[in-house]
C-alpha cells in the first residue's frame, strides 16, 4: 500500500493486483504498530508523507511511548491497532490518492522486453502492461503454514499461497530462498478473566505517530482506549513444550529455514533460556469489538493438542477458550544484495522488490521499503533520479544499506543500535531530517514541508531565548540548559526562562528538552557523522575490476562483486571487509582516479 501510495503522489497510474482485496493490510501477527527501532520508522514514513501513522493513530486503542525514562534516542511510539478498522482506514487514504486501480488476482509471471520489465501476467489470463514493477509478496511465495505433524500450503491462516511467481522469478535470474516465521495462538476473550492479571493501561497523554497529529493541542485518540494485561509461563509450562519437541516442526526437522532470532518462538525461548523459570506473555485486545486476545510472546507451531495443554497451565488462563491455534509459515525471499539500493532488481530491470520479500519482518518494515521501491518504480517511469536514504539521515537509509550492503542470515527486524547517529535520528526529529526531501521528490506537498519548517523554526527560536537567559544570581550563574542536563524538570526550567510567546506544546518541549539535555553528544554525533561523509564521498567506479585486485581473499572479492559498492563507506560494511582491504581498495580507487585517460 505504500508503494502504490508513493508512485501514485508522484503521478503515476497504478495497478494494484492482489490475491484477496478483502485481505489487504491485515495485520496478520500482532494487531500493533511500533516500539523501538519500528516506531522510528512509523515517523519517517509519516515525515515523508506515507499512509501509515496517519492510520495507526486512527486505528489505535492502547498507546505507550516505550523507553520513555529513558532517552530521545531509544523512545519508540507504539501503538495496538484495532484489527478491523486498521485496513479501512489504510485503504480509504490510498483511495485519496485518486491514481490507485485496485485488481484481484495472482501474479503467475513477468514479460520482459530489452532486458527490462513490460508487463505482469496474472492466472487468469490478464496481461497489465507496466513500465516498472514493484513486488511485495509477504509470506505469501510458496508459502507453507506449519502446525505440529501438519503441514499445508498457504500464505497466512486460511489463505492460499502464490505457487507460480517463485519459478518466474528464478527463470529471469532472481536467486531466491527460505525464511520463516511464527504466530501464537488467538483466545476468545469472553473466557479471560482480566482480574487475575496484572493490568496495563496505556499512556494518559498519548503520543501520536504522525506529525499531523502533533499541534497546540493534546492529541486525542480517535478510538475508545483499552488495556493490555501481562501474564507468564511457569515450569508446568515449559516441561509440556520440551516434552512436546519431537512434535515441533522446528525440531523435528520439517522446517529447515531460518526466523527471527529476536521474535523466537515460544519452543526456542525454552530451550535456549533453560535457565529461566518463567516468561512473560502480554494478553492483548484486537481491537474494540472484536471477539479475540494475542498472546504475545507465545509464537509456536506445536501441534493444537499440546497448545490446549500449554495455555490451560498458564495461571488465570485455565478456562480460556482457543479461537486459532498457533502456527509457522515458511516462504521464499530474495537475498537482498541482489538490489541496487533503490531497491530495483540488477537481474531484472524495471522490478523493484520491497517487504518481506527483501529478507525482513514486521509491517514498519515493509512499509518502509514500499516507500522507497515505490518512489523510485516511479522516478524511473518519469525519467527522475533515483533516490537512495541516506544512512546518515534516517532509519531508512540504515535500512536500505544494511539489506543491500551486508545482506541477511535471518529475517531483518530494525533496532536503534543498527545506526551510527541514534541521538541524530530521533523518533521526534523525522519531519526535520526527511520532510524536505519528501517535498523534493514530489511525496510531500509544499504546506505540509512549510508546517514542519514552522515547527521547528518555533523550537529553534525557543532554545536560543534559553541559551541567551541567565538563571542564577551572583557568582555562579546557570544557562537553563545547564539545569535540564543536570536533571531539573523541564516545564519548570521553560516556565521561569520562555516569554510566553515561545512557550511550545508537549510534544515540542519534550523535543527541545533533548535536544539540551543532549546536546553534547549530538555535537559529537555530528563530528562523528562527518567522518563517516567522507568516506562515503570516495566514489567507486560502477565497472571497477576487483578480480584484478591483489591482497583480497577470493570470498570477499565474491562479496566486493556481488554488492558492487557505490562508495568506499559502503564498502567498509560488507561483512569480512578488513582495515587492510579497505585500505587496498582505497589505494586501487586513488591510482584509477589519477591514472590519465
Known amino acids: 500500500m505504500e508503494a502504490a501510495a508513493a508512485a501514485s503522489r508522484l503521478g503515476v497510474d497504478v495497478v494494484l493486483l492482489t490475491l484477496d482485496p478483502a485481505s489487504l493490510v491485515r495485520l496478520s501477527c500482532n494487531p500493533a504498530i511500533g516500539g523501538i527501532g519500528k516506531g522510528h520508522l512509523v515517523r519517517e514514513i509519516d515525515a515523508l508523507g506515507g499512509v501509515m501513522g496517519l492510520a495507526a493513530d486512527a486505528a489505535g486503542t492502547h498507546f505507550r511511548l516505550l523507553n520513555r525514562s529513558r532517552g530521545p534516542a531509544v523512545q519508540g511510539p507504539r501503538a495496538q491497532q484495532d484489527y478491523d478498522r486498521y485496513p479501512g482506514v489504510v485503504q480509504r487514504l490510498i483511495?485519496?490518492?485518486?491514481?490507485?486501480?485496485?485488481?484481484?488476482?495472482?501474479?503467475?509471471?513477468?514479460?520482459?522486453?530489452?532486458?527490462?520489465?513490460?508487463?505482469?501476467e496474472s492466472a487468469d489470463g490478464q496481461v497489465f502492461p507496466a513500465a516498472a514493477v514493484v513486488l511485495t509478496s509477504g509470506t505469501f511465495l510458496r508459502g507453507l503454514l506449519f502446525q505440529g505433524e501438519s503441514v499445508v500450503p498457504g500464505g497466512r491462516a486460511c489463505e492460499a499461497p502464490a505457487e507460480a511467481l517463485s519459478a518466474a522469478l528464478s527463470a529471469l535470474g532472481l536467486r531466491l530462498d527460505r525464511f520463516k516465521t511464527g504466530t501464537p495462538p488467538r483466545l476468545i476473550r469472553r473466557s479471560l478473566d482480566p482480574s487475575r492479571f496484572e493490568e496495563q493501561p496505556g499512556d494518559e497523554r498519548p503520543v501520536p505517530f504522525s506529525f499531523l497529529n502533533l499541534g497546540d493541542a493534546p492529541f486525542r485518540p480517535a478510538l475508545p482506549q483499552l488495556s493490555t494485561w501481562l501474564a507468564y509461563s511457569n515450569?508446568?509450562?515449559h516441561a509440556l513444550v520440551r516434552a512436546g519437541l519431537g512434535r515441533s516442526p522446528l525440531y523435528s526437522g520439517k522446517i529447515r529455514a531460518r526466523g527471527p532470532r529476536y521474535c523466537p518462538s515460544f519452543e526456542d525461548k525454552v530451550v535456549r533460556f533453560a535457565d529461566r523459570d518463567r516468561h512473560l506473555l502480554h494478553l492483548e485486545p484486537m481491537g474494540i469489538d472484536h471477539p479475540w486476545i494475542y498472546v504475545n510472546g507465545l509464537s509456536t507451531s506445536l501441534p493444537p493438542e499440546i497448545q490446549a495443554e500449554i495455555v490451560a497451565s498458564i495461571e488465570g488462563l485455565e478456562g480460556a477458550e482457543v479461537a486459532r491455534w498457533g502456527y509457522a509459515v515458511e516462504y521464499d525471499y530474495a537475498p537482498p544484495t541482489q538490489l541496487l539500493p533503490t531497491l530495483e532488481a540488477r537481474a531484472v530491470p524495471g522490478l523493484f522488490l520491497a517487504?518481506?520479500?527483501?529478507?525482513?519482518?514486521?509491517?514498519?518494515?515493509?512499509?518502509g521499503l514500499g516507500l522507497v521501491a515505490g518512489a523510485n518504480a516511479a522516478?524511473?517511469?518519469?525519467?527522475r533520479a533515483p533516490w537512495v536514504p541516506d544512512r546518515l539521515q534516517s532509519?531508512?537509509?540504515?535500512?536500505?544499506?544494511?539489506l543491500t550492503t551486508a545482506g541477511v542470515l535471518e529475517p531483518y527486524r530494525m533496532f536503534t543500535s543498527r545506526a551510527e547517529l541514534?541521538?541524530?535520528?530521533?523518533?521526534?526529529?523525522a519531519d526535520r531530517r526527511l520532510t524536505p526531501v519528501g517535498e523534493a521528490l514530489g511525496l510531500v506537498p509544499a504546506s505540509r514541508a512549510a508546517r514542519a519548517g514552522a515547527r521547528w523554526e518555533r523550537i529553534e527560536r525557543a532554545r536560543e531565548a534559553l541559551d541567551g537567559a541567565f538563571g542564577g544570581r551572583g557568582a555562579r550563574r546557570e544557562l537553563p540548559a545547564d539545569r535540564i542536563r543536570r536533571g531539573d524538570p523541564h516545564e519548570e526550567v521553560f516556565a521561569q526562562h520562555l516569554p510566553a510567546?515561545?512557550?511550545l506544546p508537549g510534544p515540542d518541549a519534550e523535543t527541545l528538552a533533548g535536544l539540551l539535555r543532549y546536546r553534547g553528544y549530538l555535537e559529537r554525533e555530528q563530528r562523528e557523522a562527518g567522518r563517516l561523509a567522507d568516506a562515503e564521498r570516495v566514489r567507486i567506479p560502477g565497472d571497477f575490476a576487483y578480480g584484478g585486485l591483489s591482497g583480497l581473499s577470493n570470498e570477499l572479492r565474491e562479496r566486493l562483486d556481488e554488492v558492487r559498492p557505490a562508495s568506499l563507506g559502503q564498502a567498509s560494511r560488507i561483512p569480512g571487509m578488513t582495515p587492510a582491504a579497505l585500505g587496498l581498495l582505497a589505494a586501487?580507487?586513488?591510482?584509477?582516479?589519477?591514472?590519465?585517460s
Open 355 to 367: 517487504g518481506q520479500i527483501c529478507g525482513t519482518t514486521g509491517y514498519e518494515e515493509a512499509a
Open 235 to 237: 515450569e508446568r509450562v
Open 379 to 383: 522516478s524511473a517511469v518519469l525519467g
Open 588 to 596: 586501487a580507487i586513488g591510482q584509477r582516479v589519477r591514472a590519465p
Open 95 to 120: 483511495e485519496s490518492e485518486g491514481r490507485i486501480e485496485l485488481k484481484a488476482g495472482e501474479a503467475i509471471g513477468l514479460r520482459v522486453d530489452g532486458g527490462r520489465v513490460v508487463a505482469v
Open 395 to 402: 532509519y531508512l537509509g540504515v535500512m536500505v544499506d544494511d
Open 422 to 429: 541514534r541521538l541524530s535520528l530521533s523518533a521526534d526529529s
Open 501 to 503: 510567546e515561545l512557550r
